[in-house]
């Protein structure tokens, strides 16, 4: 039998930290220039400067009659002149919202306040402008040129599309997408799909067989934050397969996602694999579901270790996945975590490594391993998130298992304490709460 007492545990927090400090120095995606309309949901690789002043003249601010201040400058504040001899071109204009200022002219006021000739060449106005410039805008008063119009590291929605146009650009500089490729392992995972038939189990779904669904996980992840799914076949539990795919993986992707054998199953090779091509950061961490998440680094490509059905999948590849993308994207890897009061108790739960079901033999709870003494257990646990009438937040938690019908509407969760002697946040505490769906 394989020897697992080696195995390294590391928190969700201290894994991503030790993953992000072994990446090479070159993890990071390179820039290309697109055009802009190609450019949603990007992100911004560099500064956008101003190609020119904006406005690059003395721009009318609204639909205005443009005037001379020297008309008004020595009349009493308030005060209107004569407009009986006015001629349009000379004394007046039209001046529209956004639109150069006439030439020669300095002042406007709005168009409400004048009355046209039905020839449109007199006009009479019934209110003085407050200023010199009044109802204009003045050149560079909305960015200079050379200034940032759009700072890098943003994702480009279609507002700060509108500030790079408006600064003049047509193509946007951006971060490559992370290429991700995703390795399924298991002799007992057919394609979603296949038809069933249990007389020949080896070519259709069949007794014992389970249909892939991690991979629609992992490709929705991956494209919502930005990336290309690269996705591989499904891989027998066998070394050599692994190592083959793994090897592929690493040559035509920045980032791998490995799916399942990484227990301690008979055939679950995956974790001894990556301890013979690369360095394991971690075996396992801290938390279930998902404690059998692991990291390694490949031939420096890392190589994210992702167990579980999808529900379980769902939130590792949040805490594992996620931080390596945006790393990778120049963005903060951090979590972002939403203090919440709890509005009830949590329900009781069986999880943490140490939990004995009532009445259970001792073969049927898995004992501690490479944990020290002392060391904390977590169980994650599904919330739906509320706002309340005073503007705080309402954590309420909601019963089941990850992937349970019960948890579907759940749209956070958090990390709490678990097994025997475990202090439970309690209603009333405030905790810290992640979304379930979560973005860049």
């Known amino acids: 039998m394989r020897d697992h007492s080696h195995h390294i545990e590391l928190s969700r927090d201290d894994a991503v930290a030790a993953m992000l400090e072994a990446l090479p120095s070159g993890f990071g995606a390179p820039l290309e220039q697109i055009p802009l309309p190609c450019a949603y949901g990007r992100i911004l690789a560099e500064d956008v400067q101003a190609a020119n002043d904006v406005p690059d003249v003395l721009t009318c601010a609204m639909d205005s009659i443009a005037l001379h201040w020297s008309d008004f400058a020595d009349l009493p504040e308030g005060a209107v002149p004569d407009t009986a001899e006015w001629v349009r071109g000379r004394d007046w204009e039209f001046a529209n919202t956004g639109v150069a200022m006439p030439e020669g002219f300095d002042t406007a006021v709005v168009v409400e306040h004048a009355t046209v000739s039905d020839d449109e060449q007199h006009v009479r106005i019934d209110a003085a402008p407050s200023r010199q410039f009044a109802g204009t805008k ?70 014992g067989k389970v249909y892939e669904s991690n991979g629609a996980v992992v490709q929705g992840k991956v494209q919502a934050w930005g990336g290309t799914f690269v996705p591989f076949d499904i891989v027998p539990d066998e070394q050599e397969a692994i190592r083959a795919a793994v090897d592929r993986a690493c040559r ?136 309340e009438p005073d503007g705080t937040l309402s954590a309420t938690p909601v019963p089941g298992h990850a992937g349970s019908p019960a948890t579907q509407h759940a749209n956070a969760y958090c990390m709490v304490p678990a097994g025997p002697g475990a202090v439970m946040p309690r209603a009333g505490d405030v905790i810290r709460a992640e979304l379930r769906n979560q973005g860049l």
Request: net charge positive; aromatic share 6%.
């Open 138 to 207: 003045a050149p560079g008063s909305q960015i200079r040129r050379g200034n940032t119009a759009v700072q890098a590291g943003c994702i480009i929605t279609p507002d700060a599309a509108a500030r790079i146009a408006s600064a003049g650009h047509s193509v946007a500089p951006v971060r490559v997408r992370p290429r991700v490729a995703f390795i399924p392992t298991g002799n007992e995972l057919v394609r979603p799909g296949l038809p069933f038939s249990e007389s020949a189990p080896g070519k259709f779904a069949g007794r």
């Open 252 to 387: 035509v992707a920045d980032i791998v996602v490995l799916n399942a054998g990484s227990s301690k199953g008979s055939d679950d090779w995956s974790v001894e694999v990556l301890e013979e091509m690369g360095q394991v950061i971690c075996h396992q961490t801290n938390h279930g579901p998902g404690h059998h998440s692991s990291y390694a680094l490949v031939e420096g490509t890392p190589v994210v270790g992702i167990s579980g059905p999808s529900g379980g999948a769902s939130f590792t590849l949040n805490f594992y996945l996620l931080p390596l993308m945006k790393r990778f994207l120049g963005l903060d890897p951090a979590p972002v975590r939403i203090p919440a009061r709890l509005a009830a108790d949590f329900p009781p739960s069986k999880m943490g490594k140490q939990a004995v079901r009532p009445g259970a033999l001792a073969g049927e709870s898995r004992p501690p391993e490479a944990t020290e003494p002392g060391d904390i257990f977590f169980s994650i646990r599904f919330l739906t998130l509320a706002a």
